[in-house]
């Protein structure tokens, strides 16, 4: 659908919250994101971003300005203006608040704030938040939430005592985490450690593909190798060869683009793949993760 940029808001130097106005909107519960087709020199891009409250007429995301960025967020903070119209992709949601779940712990860092706001905004949810942030942004990050949201913020992620928090969460309590891969990695790490099961741990991720060495993939059925830049990922690269894999997260989460490994040994960066999937080589979620071999030939 095609949806106007109708206000763009600076919350910060490196934030900014988008309004998008346009078609009749679908309704998108908490933990849902946007995929936009966002222009660029060379190709358009594919960016996922959450929303951050239920559409009342409109749908709004903040982005982040990233230095090392491919692409999508330049675009937005420095080129994007009010009227400026966009090819948007229906909500998708592959985080919302589990509905078995009595109590909600809730754990982000950075920019994975974004799909918690929403949450924050769901009657009935009990639910503790923790988010990590740069001092600068801390009152920003504090305004987008709802008055008397259970929620504390730590400017200094060393002050924040994870173990404790997560040893004296009720039996009840699900765990969901948004942010870094590295922010991630250690807290369901430590949650794992402390007994936490697997099924009570939900993750969301929209971090790069990471930048890694250049590699190539060659398609068995295509027929057809593609070059993979660094920054770049694997999904990206195919299409801009103009091919359509499956795709819907575009995070490494839901596993719409799981892709059979035939030869090469892959990197892993998603949190979809089991532990002894990943070490078996066999397969590879191509949006977010790349190569350690210079090829890969993949089963497409």
């Not at 769901?122 to 987008?144: I, N």
Request: neutral net charge.
């Amino acid at each position: 659908m095609n949806l106007a940029i109708a206000d763009i808001e600076t919350l910060s130097p490196g934030l900014k919250r988008f309004t998008f106005t346009g078609a009749e909107l679908p309704w998108a519960g908490p933990g849902s994101h946007l995929v936009l087709e966002i222009p660029g020199a060379e190709r358009t891009r594919k960016n996922a971003y959450s929303l951050i409250a239920a559409p009342d007429g409109a749908y709004r995301i903040v982005v982040r300005r990233v230095e090392r960025s491919r692409g999508g967020s330049h675009w937005l903070h420095d080129h994007a203006r009010p009227g400026d119209v966009l090819e948007v992709r229906a909500p998708q949601n592959f985080f919302h608040p589990p509905r078995n779940a009595k109590r909600h712990l809730l754990l982000s860092a950075g920019i994975g704030i974004t799909p918690f706001l929403a949450y924050a905004q769901t009657s009935g949810l009990v639910y503790e938040l923790h988010h990590c942030c740069k001092p600068e942004e801390a009152h920003s990050f504090r305004a987008l939430l709802p008055q008397g949201a259970n929620a504390v913020l730590h400017t200094n992620r060393e002050a924040l005592n994870l173990h404790g928090l997560l040893a004296r969460q009720k039996l009840e309590t699900h765990l969901s985490i948004c942010g870094p891969e590295s922010f991630m990695d250690h807290a369901i790490s430590l949650a794992k450690s402390l007994g936490w099961p697997p099924a009570k741990i939900h993750l969301e991720s929209f971090g790069s593909a990471n930048w890694g060495n250049p590699f190539s993939v060659r398609l068995k059925r295509s027929g057809i190798t593609v070059d993979v830049r660094p920054g770049e990922s694997v999904l990206e690269a195919l299409e801009a060869a103009g091919l359509n894999p499956p795709c819907l997260c575009r995070g490494g989460a839901c596993g719409e683009c799981r892709m059979s490994v035939l030869e090469g040994t892959p990197e892993h960066h998603d949190h979809y793949l089991s532990e002894s999937e990943k070490t078996s080589g066999k397969s590879m979620m191509i949006c977010v993760s790349r190569a350690i071999t210079p090829e890969l030939l993949l089963d497409f």
